[in-house]
């Protein structure tokens, strides 16, 4: 015979179990009326179990709310048959509607009839509510991703492709879906592929943030800017990866330099502008002096240019300047410093050049403008001449503003010569 004591320790073990749990275990007989109801659903429904008994969910629940309920609860005794579902309840006590997941199954006598159900019921509601949010705020990312100017994109050590948005697939012409595990290899030309491999093994080493420049040509061969950030990141599996965001920035980077060539040009001839002539000299100097070498200073100036305005006009004295601006810049050196100064006027620098070599340099070009007639206008051709200064500092000590002065006056010592001449002068 059993001993009581010990059924009585199983029962209240079992109930222990059954309280704390964490899940809503619950009994009902063919009617619907609860026969058991364990600590959770009696907290649920704020009743001590023996007024929940013999009650049915019309007590707890508003069933024109939460009607799922009853039916889930009828398919269970009708059939036989277990059920496991989602159910939405709406509870009175509380005045909310909570979510759960329920297994439902039937009880059955020992005849094998059907005479209740018992049910296990677990609430996820928060983990719905996060599950929402995180789909809510994944929505709200693809939304954005996917309608950026910017090509968004993740990517691995061994430069394959974890993620991409949609500007970036429609601008590599990658299938929908298709991009993970994609080499970057088979996107970019060899060059822009080598340029931001090298880029990303930056940022993995030195597991920083970082803005780069980077240069890939599109689909017709031409050359596209990117201004990429990239930032290292440690995914949960514990993989290195690259986050980075790359905005086409060609037409502004056009723009700069455009504003750039405006800023250091000179509008009429193309040649460097006085500003830049004199920033830029002022460097070169400064290095020549470091190196203690020569530094030549050439100012040029056009012979009675003010007739070709009077007589001609404007338009063509603006023609003859271009036209001497060419002829001067294929005759100096690419590291010269060549420049339109003034109305009719030239400069040019002429870094580690000694006294001699520069002068030659005047000759010649004086030789070239008187002996190439310049058109100032369609068939007039008119025979132009320069006069010419020259400064030479050894040791470039003397300051860039005084070495062009001291030019300017070897010019005027050349125009009261007669013009079309070279006067020259050393420190």
């Known amino acids: 015979m059993a001993d009581p004591n010990l059924q009585l320790t199983s029962q209240a073990v079992l109930h222990a179990v059954m309280d704390n749990v964490g899940a809503f275990i619950y009994i009902k007989d063919l009617e619907g009326r609860y026969l058991y109801a364990n600590k959770k659903v009696q907290e649920l429904f704020c009743a001590p179990l023996i007024e929940i008994q013999g009650k049915t969910d019309e007590a707890f629940f508003d069933l024109e709310i939460s009607n799922e309920l009853r039916e889930v609860d009828r398919k269970v005794m009708e059939s036989g048959q277990v059920q496991e579902c989602e159910e939405r309840n709406y509870v009175k006590e509380s005045d909310e509607i909570r979510t759960y997941w329920s297994v439902k199954k039937p009880l059955f006598d020992d005849s094998g009839e059907i005479i209740g159900m018992f049910g296990i019921s677990t609430d996820i509601t928060d983990r719905k509510r996060i599950e929402r949010e995180l789909h809510e705020q994944n929505e709200f990312l693809n939304i954005v991703m996917n309608n950026v100017e910017s090509s968004i994109y993740m990517i691995d050590q061994d430069n394959k492709l974890r993620y991409a948005n949609q500007r970036l697939a429609e601008r590599f012409e990658i299938a929908e879906g298709r991009h993970h595990g994609t080499s970057i290899k088979k996107l970019l030309d060899d060059e822009a592929y080598q340029l931001i491999t090298d880029n990303n093994q930056r940022v993995f080493e030195s597991r920083k943030a970082a803005r780069f420049k980077e240069k890939v040509k599109n689909a017709d061969g031409e050359d596209t800017i990117f201004w990429s950030v990239k930032v290292p990141h440690t995914l949960a599996t514990g993989e290195e990866v690259i986050i980075g965001l790359s905005t086409d920035m060609t037409e502004t980077f056009a723009l700069q330099e455009k504003l750039k060539r405006q800023s250091s040009e000179d509008d009429l001839t193309g040649l460097y502008n006085r500003r ?11 290095e020549a002096k470091h190196q203690q070498e020569p530094s030549c200073m050439l100012v040029l100036d056009l012979d009675r240019f003010k007739e070709i305005n009077d007589e001609h006009g404007h338009p063509a004295g603006d023609e003859a300047l271009t036209q001497v601006a060419r002829l001067l810049s294929e005759e100096v050196r690419k590291t010269d410093l060549l420049a339109r100064v003034g109305g009719e006027e030239f400069a040019l620098f002429l870094p580690n050049t000694e006294a001699n070599v520069a002068t030659e340099l005047a000759e010649k070009l004086r030789q070239c403008i008187q002996e190439n007639p310049v058109q100032i206008k369609p ?25 062009y002065h001291e030019a ?17 002068r050393s420190a």
Not at 276 to 286: A, D, M, N, R, T
Not at 386 to 395: A, C, L, N, R, W
Not at 408 to 424: F, I, P, T
């Open 379 to 403: 068939g007039t051709h008119t025979q132009l001449t320069i006069s010419v200064g020259v400064y030479t500092d050894p040791v470039s000590q003397t300051p860039f503003s005084d070495i």
């Open 276 to 286: 830049y002539f004199f920033e830029e000299g002022e460097k070169q100097l400064v």
């Open 408 to 424: 300017d006056s070897q010019l005027y010592e050349a125009k009261k010569q007669g013009r079309n001449r070279v006067a020259s």
